[in-house]
């Protein structure tokens, strides 16, 4: 007989009571805030007008609408994760700051449609198979510009490891995946954005080992081209 919670039942992020107990302790601004949340937040503010709509796509708990409010940015943060434990989480702790519980949603990148003024996607399209839908699908939502980070470098590479530190025993993999740069670059460009590129600020640059192997972490602003 076959089920139909397959996806849930293999999704690794389901299998780690590490990641959740962080990712609870982030949802009530218990934990110093990620390097990478600052950045992106940063590298939103020049863009972002009052009321904006900004989409956190892999929300996990939804912590990264902390690094908004601290900046006072005046936006509407809507946050979406495929996981939907961590969902939850945000569900129960960010309303106490000002979130509506509503505004956290269970979905992948596949279910995604309508428009938003910004998206942000930080270590995500990494861990799954390739990027050309879901980075089409998350440029499609974005009217206005969209804040990328991922494991970019000259040259691809593309893994499929066992992810060893999860509480399973079971064998569950994962995509490790590196994207070149040019490719990204023309992708986006294609789809009638400009692209800037940043280094990124917790790791200069220099690959970090993630699950023991290596990410190129690297920020990038993409601004959708004015229609003429």
């Known amino acids: ?38 950045q992106a937040a940063e590298l939103l503010r020049p863009l972002v007008l009052p ?6 796509v892999g929300c996990a708990s939804g912590y990264f609408f902390h690094s908004l409010r601290r900046r006072g940015l005046p ?19 960010l309303p106490a700051f ?13 279910d995604l449609d309508g428009k938003v ?14 990027f ?10 974005a009217s206005k510009s969209m804040v ?21 025993g079971e064998p569950l993999r994962v995509h490790v ?5 040019r490719a990204l670059r023309e992708f986006a460009q294609n789809l009638g954005f400009t692209v800037e590129e940043f280094t990124d600020d917790r790791t200069g640059g220099r690959p970090e080992l993630v699950i023991d192997h290596p990410h190129h972490w690297c920020f990038m602003r993409m601004i959708r081209r004015s229609e003429t």
Not at 75 to 93: M, P, S
């Open 1 to 38: 007989m076959i089920s139909l919670d397959g996806w849930s039942r293999f999704n690794i992020w389901q299998h780690s009571a590490i990641v959740r107990d962080l990712y609870a302790r982030r949802a009530r601004d218990e934990a110093e805030e990620m390097t990478c949340a600052a």
């Open 51 to 56: 009321r904006d709509t900004v989409l956190d």
């Open 75 to 93: 936006v509407e943060y809507i946050g979406i994760d495929a996981t939907a434990d961590f969902i939850e989480l945000g569900r129960r702790y």
């Open 98 to 110: 000002g979130l509506p519980a509503d505004r956290l949603m269970v979905g992948r990148i596949e």
């Open 117 to 130: 003024d910004h998206v942000v996607c930080m270590n995500v399209i990494s861990n799954i198979d390739n």
């Open 132 to 141: 050309h839908r879901p980075l089409e699908r998350l440029l499609r939502i």
């Open 148 to 168: 990328l980070r991922e494991s970019i470098a000259d040259g691809a590479s593309y893994t499929y490891v066992v992810d060893k530190y999860l509480d399973t």
């Open 177 to 181: 995946n590196t994207y070149d740069r």
